[in-house]
């Protein structure tokens, strides 16, 4: 069974631009959660996505934005990039995004220059 | 936001010693979760806790749900080298919309397991 997948694994973006991360959750899985690691903040909520809506939200700015497509996959966008948003971006999918059981992807490691 | 207080923040042992680490809150939680990051990984699920009191094992790791919801710790027996890594703590309050998807997490432990 394929985990869920996170791409691109690095990029390196410039303060302004925008980035769109990528994740594909495990098969049946319909709830996808992204979060943010920092060394400062530690695993920080930004979202969660079932059946295409957004469940739920983090205290994270408006910058900060994602989508779900039919097959469940998931994209977060960022715009108007900071250097503080210089993170890892991890994906999780579970089955119905209730438990806390969630299957983490490898993450995205974004770095703001 | 939210924070757990977990400690210690990191631990240095010999293989074969036997590990203690705890989570504590400001705030209850309905599910108490552990998980454990590799290098270059994400998390990975080790336990999860559903009811108070309750204590749970998966092989050498253990795990209690504490009685009064704010606490939780986790027992490593008879560490190997490949124990080596951040272990984190997770609550969820499980409350309608509000917890979709929603962990807070503590701040880590990392472990050395020396051979």
């Known amino acids: 069974k394929a985990g869920v997948t996170q791409t691109p694994r690095y990029l390196i973006k410039t303060r302004g631009q925008q980035v769109t991360l990528s994740c594909s959750p495990i098969s049946g899985h319909r709830s996808v959660s992204w979060y943010q690691q920092t060394p400062g903040q530690g695993l920080q909520f930004l979202f969660e996505?079932?059946?295409?809506?957004?469940?739920n939200k983090g205290n994270f700015p408006g910058r900060f934005s994602g989508r779900q497509f039919s097959n469940s996959r998931s994209e977060m966008n960022v715009s108007t990039l900071e250097l503080g948003d210089s993170a890892l971006y991890l994906c999780?999918?579970?089955?119905?995004?209730?438990?806390?059981?969630?299957?983490f992807g490898e993450g995205s490691r974004l770095t703001v220059l | 936001g939210q924070q757990l207080n977990q400690s210690p923040q990191s631990m240095f042992i010999q293989e074969g010693e036997d590990v203690s680490m705890n989570c504590t809150s400001s705030?209850?939680?309905?599910?108490w979760l552990w998980y454990k990051q590799d290098p270059g990984e994400g998390p990975v699920l080790l336990i999860a806790l559903y009811k108070a009191g309750e204590l749970t094992s998966n092989g050498r790791l253990t795990a209690q749900f504490g009685i009064t919801r704010k606490d939780s710790f986790l027992n490593i027996s008879a560490s190997i080298p490949s124990d080596v890594g951040i272990y984190f703590c997770a609550g969820q309050l499980r409350a309608g919309g509000t917890s979709y998807g929603k962990l807070t997490f503590g701040q880590g432990t990392i472990l050395t397991v020396h051979p």
């Open positions: 999780a999918s579970s089955f119905t995004g209730d438990t806390g059981e969630l299957f």
């Open positions: 705030s209850i939680f309905n599910t």
């Open positions: 996505y079932f059946s295409e809506t957004q469940r």
